[in-house]
């Protein structure tokens, strides 16, 4: 490569567990474009510093993960509204005229992911059970109150942050305990934001007493693909949704903005970044 190449990454602190190097490379190849994606190992201590240096070095922007979705986005010289409201960045572009814009597409991706794998569900059908209140559940529940919802029931192992995320997002929100009886009783989505099922997490435990069929179900972790929550789901007559399509939606526009076309999620990339 020579000459103004636009180049972008991701930083997060770990990063070799990242598939995002794989999708937007596979992106880069499958539309002939030039440019290079690569995983940036950062310190929180150094991210500001070398946030500063990158576009010095023809970075265009990049995705940030955990643990610097919050403190990016406290770095930022523009914040978009649904960052904002979310309280945390995983896109960041570079300014022209120096600093970064600050966006967060996790609850895009997870939006879309859902329109793909369930065409027919209806936000407005009935209310939304939400397992977890961590920065993935933030975008999610913005995403889900923004998409019509009727009442979000946000339930957490530690009931303090789901009431602190109820207040910032209104009275739709209710918190729940984990294991309430009922809870997920005449919900139409239940999603699950926790770690719980995770390769390497344990399996889930959490009761789905009262989740009927015809509901749906999704899983916001993608590895291993048919988790232990969308099984138990499934066996109550639930619809589910793997979590890979988030991972791979909320890419896009990051994408967009940085090599100037507008990728597809297509069944070749899924299958090209399981296999990673």
Same mark, same amino acid.
């Given at each position: 490569?020579?000459?103004?190449?636009?180049?972008?990454?991701?930083?997060?602190?770990?990063?070799?567990?990242?598939?995002?190097?794989?999708?937007?490379?596979?992106?880069?190849?499958?539309?002939?474009?030039?440019?290079?994606?690569?995983?940036?190992?950062?310190?929180?201590?150094?991210?500001? %510093?070398?946030?500063?240096?990158?576009?010095?070095?023809?970075?265009?922007?990049?995705?940030?993960?955990?643990?610097?979705? +919050?403190?990016?986005?406290?770095?930022?010289?523009?914040?978009?509204?649904?960052?904002?409201?979310?309280?945390?960045?995983?896109?960041?572009?570079?300014?022209?005229?120096?600093?970064?814009?600050?966006?967060?597409?996790?609850?895009?991706?997870?939006?879309?992911?859902?329109?793909?794998?369930?065409?027919?569900?209806?936000?407005?059908?009935?209310?939304?059970?939400?397992? !977890?209140?961590?920065?993935?559940?933030?975008?999610?529940?913005?995403?889900?109150?923004?998409?019509?919802?009727?009442?979000?029931?946000?339930?957490?192992?530690?009931?303090?942050?789901?009431?602190?995320?109820? +207040?910032?997002?209104?009275?739709?929100?209710?918190?729940?305990?984990?294991?309430?009886?009922?809870?997920?009783?005449?919900?139409?989505?239940?999603?699950?934001?926790?770690?719980?099922?995770?390769? !390497?997490?344990?399996?889930?435990?959490?009761?789905?007493?009262?989740?009927?069929?015809?509901?749906?179900?999704?899983?916001?972790?993608?590895?291993?693909?048919?988790?232990?929550?969308? %099984?138990?789901?499934?066996?109550?007559?639930?619809?589910?949704?793997?979590?890979?399509?988030?991972?791979?939606?909320?890419?896009?526009?990051?994408?967009?903005?940085?090599?100037?076309?507008?990728?597809?999620?297509?069944?070749?990339?899924?299958?090209?970044?399981?296999?990673?």
């Amino acid at each position: 490569m020579s000459g103004d190449v636009p180049l972008a990454g991701v930083i997060g602190d770990p990063i070799g567990h990242s598939r995002s190097p794989v999708l937007h490379g596979y992106w880069l190849r499958a539309l002939g474009l030039r440019g290079a994606y690569v995983p940036l190992h950062v310190r929180a201590d150094d991210l500001a %510093q070398v946030l500063e240096a990158l576009p010095k070095a023809g970075f265009r922007g990049v995705n940030v993960t955990v643990p610097h979705k +919050e403190l990016a986005l406290s770095l930022a010289a523009e914040v978009t509204e649904r960052a904002r409201r979310i309280g945390a960045a995983n896109t960041l572009t570079f300014l022209p005229g120096g600093g970064f814009e600050a966006d967060n597409t996790d609850g895009v991706g997870f939006m879309a992911n859902l329109r793909a794998g369930a065409p027919g569900w209806r936000p407005e059908a009935g209310p939304a059970v939400l397992l !977890g209140a961590g920065g993935a559940a933030r975008a999610v529940l913005d995403a889900l109150l923004d998409a019509g919802v009727p009442e979000v029931r946000l339930a957490n192992r530690t009931r303090a942050r789901a009431e602190a995320l109820a +207040e910032v997002f209104g009275p739709r929100v209710t918190v729940r305990a984990l294991d309430a009886p009922g809870l997920c009783a005449g919900a139409a989505t239940v999603v699950n934001a926790t770690t719980l099922g995770m390769d !390497g997490a344990g399996g889930f435990s959490l009761p789905l007493d009262g989740l009927e069929a015809g509901a749906l179900a999704t899983d916001l972790i993608y590895a291993p693909l048919d988790t232990p929550f969308l %099984q138990a789901a499934r066996a109550r007559g639930c619809a589910t949704v793997d979590g890979l399509g988030m991972l791979l939606h909320q890419g896009a526009p990051g994408f967009a903005r940085w090599f100037g076309a507008m990728p597809e999620v297509t069944e070749a990339l899924r299958e090209a970044v399981l296999a990673a």
